[in-house]
């Protein structure tokens, strides 16, 4: 017999879900989506810097610094089943790619480097109902931004009209 807080997770996993793929139907009208794999791992505790151990979560923006872009991890239940298979940050990345008669190709000619930030926008998107993000899923989007991983990172929450999607950009 179920309690009443599993059946309430139940049904708000469900409804999460529900708006996750009505998200992505959304995005698909202008955008070429697709599930992000990865997720981002921030290292724990002791490490050894210029031959000194010290805590990395005491030195300020060390953690931050150090960490990485990892493969998603699966979630499994006691029973070794897994429950999820897409379980990275965020829940989508979107990309366009723009016209070509619209596009100025152009080279850098000091470095000879080719300028494309006129061709594509990739976006990072994550779907949640009420638009607010946890202290973790902050400094995880802050560090996509800062890193390059894409130019706007998009949280999508619920509108005030039924059915309506909104999408806030996070700074």
Excluded: H
């Excluded at 150090?66 to 999820?84: D, E, M, S, T, Y």
């Excluded at 638009?131 to 949280?155: H, M, P, V």
């Amino acid at each position: 017999m179920k309690t009443e807080k599993q059946l309430m997770g139940k049904r708000s996993r469900a409804a999460g879900g529900r708006f996750e793929l009505k998200v992505r139907k959304d995005l698909e009208k202008n955008w070429i989506v697709g599930k992000w794999p990865n997720n981002v791992e921030f290292p724990i505790g002791l490490t050894t810097f210029n031959g000194k151990e010290l805590d990395i979560t005491k030195v300020p923006n060390m953690r931050f610094k150090a960490g990485k872009c990892i493969p998603a991890k699966r979630r499994f239940n006691p029973f070794n089943k897994a429950l999820a298979i897409g379980t990275g940050f965020p829940d989508f990345f979107a990309y366009k790619i723009g016209q070509v008669q619209a596009i100025s190709f152009y080279f850098n000619a000091a470095n000879m480097e080719f300028n494309s930030d006129e061709i594509y926008a990739v976006i990072f998107v994550e779907s949640k109902m009420n638009g607010t993000l946890d202290k973790q899923e902050k400094e995880k989007a802050r560090w996509y931004l800062e890193n390059n991983y894409c130019s706007k990172f998009l949280i999508a929450k619920k509108g005030k009209k039924r059915g309506e999607i909104e999408y806030v950009e996070f700074k």
